[in-house]
């Protein structure tokens, strides 16, 4: 059992041998947040579901084998885990060290999509393509090292007591930080990993204690963006078109409005049951593109219902729940930024994604957390995740 | 961990982390309300979306009932061929979209295929014929027209024909048992129309773009139950259009078989002799048109006296109603509704109207009894009547003295209704009359006797008929005054002098109109229904029904069978008395009276029958010729158009229906073993098991063995079994004997009246 001598913590109690020692009241193993990690697993696992139903019968994309996308979910969801184990070994404090070389990493990753390495997929150059039927999509990861690379910053100088907050010069240095990999994720163009990222920077901005002033001024700053993307042209057609098409639903419902439309009709037509798992006829019809990915909320409402789709929003919630937990209980200003940024970066994500299912945000390609098909995305929760329970097992006993 | 300051929680992070729970959990919120408003409160709207999204039709259709004779001989049935069909959606998921099973499948039926691929193809508003214009989900029919090697052949290799199959499919057919024909009674099929198409498209029974819909008669009066119920199959496809799974199936309905009261032999004896009688009236020289009868149309309706059934109805010229199946060529269509056509397609025993002629004497008498004269009074039958320099002739100027009404209507004496009318019409205020003074007892009847409306029979599009009362002259001249006062000439030939007179006081009551009508010419018109109708209640008593073909319906499985009742009417207004008297006198017609020379040596002892004869005038026209008839059981209606009198015209025919009804020989005796239908067929045809109706076996032709049954009793007595001497005195009728005829003419019917 050397691993389990990995999970025990050093300095929280006495060396104990075998399984004494992860089931120890003060063990690692009794100090995970279990309810975070069953909601998620859970997530997980209807996720796997969905997207076995989303993609069975879609032989044009699973090359002939209905278990493709469940198969590759089920094993992106493994090493989702093995990362998250990892992480919490680790312990967020030991990887605050690792922080600048993870940012590096990441940022110099989204250069390599900028370079002819990189893909297009629905209109967003934001991929690596590994051959072997795997891509990585780094703007994911992104999100993971700009929260640790901004409270890695902020954090320094309270955590060792020297200012109750950041200064000025300090949130500065965080917003540049961030500002690097957000403007060539811009590039790409990724609107939606850039929204996301904005959320992420408000969250963490607003858990660090920085000043009103930073707070008001970067969402005063995120309209006036807004505003001037919008005037000077710089979204694509099919960026505007997205907006159309939420702004107006029965816009060309065969064209720029179908998707939206038939995720409509998908989720309408489920009703407070479902048509039963396996029997939508929107998902065997395939008339919701993307449905394993960004489209997958989709296959909840059509099959499951509200029922379904109410529990998974219920487990996100439970999540993001104990996430805010975590950020208010923890001692350290670090930890309480990083579970903040999460907190933040899920939120959004996830209001984004299942809104523009259901109509009320404009389409996107984000993807669910946990439950979208997707391996990058996986893993980059998986990590948050370990971050979280990390900062959780970390936090010294309040007893 | 102690190198870790405990710094705690400022107020201000600790708030703001509040601030973002509450923000996270209310952004779950709206997402939970959302999805709530989407799923429940709209969630029927969207279900109906979706369905309409990926659900897709596919009719079967149902087999159509039969129409089966009283006995359960069927009228029109289906029959059975092979249609090679092949489905788009299985053909599409081949390699070449189906090309080479088509090419092959072309071999195997021997056509180009070329024309194959055209029939399989999807109309469009560029693509000319052949191609489908049905459901691409529906499978879509290569021909009808498979020999069963062909099926076999496709059948047993259906390896190498995916996408094709071959299966026998219900096809209309009119099966003639008998010879009968009974076309216009029937009806037909024809393809079902757009506008009917988006009409039933929401219905629980839509039709097929292939699918046929009564037009006329029985197939159109009872098309909803032959019809059945299409079965409708959903499949569910996906968005390209391919099938992913069957939704849901309701299996075809067949459709109920009705059966009717006519008896198929009958039914071939009065087709068969008013076609003789027609070819015999054009065989007689017209001598006041001073050429041969023309005889161009004709009907013929055998009633149930006493319950309205429909027993036998034809009409004259006629058609093959199979021309219809499948289908119909431009070339057939105009041959059956074209001018020269002489519109074979009308019913004319509920659609022709003349008219009545002398047969209208009963409904006269009637109202000359209601209006107070006395049955066995006296009134004077003399050559002619004059009215105002006007001379109305009595038929061909005899003269009988002092008679009964009964009388009058025995021998048919026109000038004792023309006294009676031209009474009732001065007593009515004569030509000015003042405001409600008429009585018009003399068209009160006609209206009471069912005339001038329709009598309800079980057939579409039946006419009405006119009763030229006051208030249709009044409206008539109304429509036509402009043209009348235009063309009318005081000194002009008949027409323009006719409308010079009609323009002045054709919406009068002039004494002319009335006496004319009293003997059943001028404007009144009736059809051969109606006749059956008002002879039949006087064969029952006075109760007047609406007839009825239909007398039941039998769901296909057999087991719910709905009869459908004889409907009354009316009554007759008649008293017991007076009908007695009107029977009486109407029997006089066959022994004594104008009819009688036509019924030489019939068994009235056993069979009393009832006649009245009519010849009705039509302007520029050959007369029109009537002959009404009842016995106990049956009413028996014959008219045929430019055919002379009634009696002449269609004597011998009437009397062969009744001889076949009955089983009467030649010589008057009764052979029960003979006769068709002695007693009204009362119960319903049995129903198998399975459903099926039986049917007994019925002669190759009715209309035939009586004329060997007659033949072999003329050649003499030898083949007559029981020895019995035919009424050797009394010549037969027999049609086609003109020398016979003559003879008979001249001793039994001294008189030849209408």
């Known amino acids: 059992m050397t691993g389990a001598n990995s999970f025990s913590v050093s300095g929280y109690g006495p060396e104990r041998g075998g399984w004494t020692r992860i089931f120890a009241r003060d063990s690692v193993a009794r100090r995970l947040d279990w309810p975070m990690l069953l909601a998620a697993l859970a997530l997980s696992f209807i996720g796997s579901l969905l997207v076995y139903s989303a993609t069975r019968n879609r032989t044009e994309i699973n090359q002939g084998d209905p278990y493709f996308f469940l198969i590759r979910h089920v094993m992106n969801t493994g090493i989702g885990l093995a990362l998250m184990i990892g992480t919490v070994w680790l312990g967020h404090r030991t990887l605050r060290n690792a922080v600048p070389f993870l940012y590096g990493i990441s940022v110099l990753l989204i250069l390599l999509v900028l370079t002819p390495l990189g893909s297009t997929v629905n209109g967003a150059h934001s991929w690596i393509v590994l051959g072997g039927g795997f891509s990585l999509q780094p703007s994911e990861f992104v999100k993971v090292t700009i929260i640790l690379g901004m409270a890695m910053l902020l954090a320094a100088r309270v955590d060792a007591g020297d200012k109750p907050y950041p200064d000025h010069r300090t949130v500065l240095q965080a917003l540049g930080l961030a500002a690097v990999p957000m403007l060539i994720v811009m590039l790409m163009p990724d609107l939606g990993s850039v929204m996301v990222m904005v959320i992420i920077v408000l969250g963490v901005l607003l858990a660090s204690g920085a000043s009103n002033r930073w707070v008001l001024g970067l969402i005063g700053a995120g309209v006036l963006g807004a505003v001037a993307v919008w005037q000077l042209h710089i979204l694509d057609d099919y960026q505007i078109n997205r907006f159309a098409a939420f702004a107006n639903p029965d816009l060309d419902p065969a064209g720029v409005g179908y998707n939206t439309n038939q995720a409509r009709i998908a989720i309408g037509s489920g009703g407070l049951t479902g048509a039963g798992l396996f029997h939508g006829s929107q998902t065997t019809g395939q008339f919701v593109p993307e449905q394993q990915t960004d489209f997958v909320f989709t296959v909840a409402g059509e099959e499951l219902g509200f029922v379904g789709g109410g529990l998974i929003i219920v487990l996100l919630g439970v999540v993001m729940w104990r996430a805010c937990r975590i950020a208010r209980e923890t001692t350290e200003l670090y930890g309480t930024i990083v579970a903040a940024g999460i907190v933040a970066w899920f939120a959004f994500q996830s209001f984004e994604n299942i809104g523009m299912t259901l109509g009320i945000m404009p389409v996107t390609g984000l993807p669910l957390p946990f439950v979208s098909y997707g391996g990058s995305s996986m893993f980059a929760v998986w990590v948050a995740v370990g971050l979280l329970q990390s900062i959780r097992v970390q936090r010294p006993m309040s007893a | ?754």
Request: with cysteine; charged share 25%; proline share 5%.
């Open chain 2, 1 to 754: 961990m102690t190198n870790i300051p405990e710094t705690g929680r400022t107020p201000r992070v600790q708030i703001r982390l509040v601030v973002i729970q509450i923000l996270v959990l209310s952004l779950l919120g709206t997402l939970g309300g959302r999805l709530w408003y989407l799923q429940i409160r709209e969630g029927a709207e969207y279900a109906k979306q979706a369905s309409g999204n990926h659900v897709q039709q596919v009719v079967q259709p149902a087999v159509r009932g039969s129409i089966l004779d009283a006995r359960g001989v069927p009228l029109a049935d289906n029959e059975t061929r092979l249609v090679v069909s092949a489905s788009r959606t299985e053909l599409l998921k081949q390699k070449d979209d189906g090309k080479a099973v088509l090419t092959k499948l072309a071999g195997v039926l021997g056509m180009d295929p070329q024309e194959v691929m055209l029939k399989v193809r999807l109309c469009d508003a560029k693509t000319p014929q052949p191609c489908w214009n049905g459901s691409p989900y529906q499978p879509i029919p290569i021909t009808d027209e498979a020999t069963p090697k062909q099926a076999l052949q496709i059948r047993e290799r259906s390896e190498d024909f995916p996408g094709i199959t071959a299966e026998p499919e219900a096809v209309r057919r009119y099966a003639s048992p008998g010879k009968s024909n009974t076309a216009q009674v029937l009806g037909y099929l024809s393809p079902v129309t757009d506008e009917e198409i988006q009409q039933a498209k929401d219905s629980d029974s839509p039709y097929l773009r292939s699918d046929q819909v009564g037009r006329s008669g029985l197939e159109r009066q009872y098309d909803k139950v032959l019809r059945g119920k299409a079965g409708v199959t959903r499949y569910e496809v996906d968005n390209l259009g391919r099938v992913i799974g069957q939704a849901k199936a309701d299996p075809a309905q067949p459709g109920a078989n009705l059966v009717t009261s006519i008896d198929a032999r009958v039914q071939r004896v009065a087709e068969y002799e008013l076609d003789q009688a027609m070819k015999e009236a054009r065989r007689q020289f017209d001598k006041i048109t001073g050429s041969y009868y023309k005889a161009d149309s004709g009907a013929v309706v055998v009633m149930e006296a006493k319950t309205g059934r429909i027993v036998a109805m034809a009409s004259a010229p006629t058609y093959d109603p199979n021309v219809w199946v499948g289908g119909i060529s431009s070339k057939d269509y105009a041959k059956l509704t074209g001018k020269d056509s002489n519109y074979p397609l009308l019913n004319r025993a509920i659609q022709g109207q003349a008219a009545p002629g002398s047969t209208f004497k009963v409904v006269s008498t009637a109202a000359a009894v209601e209006a107070g004269y006395d049955f066995d009074g006296r009134y004077p039958c003399t050559s002619s009547y004059s009215v105002g320099g006007q001379v109305f002739n009595n038929f061909e100027g005899e003269n009988f003295g002092p008679i009964s009404l009964g009388r009058a209507l025995e021998v048919s004496c026109d000038t004792v209704f023309y006294g009676l009318a031209h009474n009732e019409w001065k007593k009515d205020g004569g030509i000015n009359p003042k405001k409600g003074q008429p009585k018009d007892y003399f068209f009160k009847a006609a209206h009471q006797f069912g005339l001038g409306k329709e009598t309800g029979v079980d057939l579409p599009n039946e006419v009405t008929g006119r009763v030229p009362d006051r208030a249709w002259k009044q409206s008539f001249w109304e429509a036509n005054k402009d043209y009348w006062c235009k063309t009318g000439k005081k000194d002009g030939d008949y027409v323009e002098k006719i409308a010079y007179e009609n323009c002045l006081e054709g919406n009068k009551m002039r004494a002319g109109d009335e006496i004319n009508y009293s003997i059943g010419q001028g404007d009144t018109l009736v059809t051969p229904i109606q006749e059956a109708v008002i002879y039949g209640a006087l064969a029952n008593g006075g109760t007047m029904h609406a007839p009825t073909i239909g007398k039941a319906i039998i769901s296909a499985d057999g087991k719910t069978v709905t009869e459908i009742k004889p409907k009354v009417t009316g009554k007759l207004p008649i008293s017991q008395a007076t009908l007695k008297g009107m029977d009486e006198a109407l029997a006089g017609v066959v022994t004594r009276g104008t009819a009688a020379w036509k019924f030489g040596g019939w068994p009235q002892d056993k069979i009393e029958l009832h006649a009245k004869t009519g010849t009705a005038e039509v302007y520029g026209k050959q007369t029109t010729s009537w002959l009404a008839t009842y016995s106990k059981d049956y009413t028996v209606i014959m008219t045929i158009a430019q055919a002379g009198t009634g009696s002449g015209a269609s004597g011998e025919a009437v009397r062969n229906i009744y001889s076949a009804l009955y089983g009467v020989q030649p010589d008057g005796s009764i052979d029960n073993k003979k006769a068709l239908l002695p007693q009204p067929q009362k119960g319903l045809p049995k129903v198998r098991t399975d459903g099926t109706v039986a049917s007994p076996k019925i002669s190759k032709d009715p209309a035939k063995d009586l004329r060997d049954m007659q033949k072999a009793a003329e050649e003499g007595t030898s083949t007559s079994q029981d020895g019995t001497l035919p009424g050797a005195t009394t010549p037969t009728s027999t049609a086609g004997n003109r020398d016979t005829r003559r003879r008979q003419r001249r001793r039994g019917g001294r008189r030849r009246l209408t």
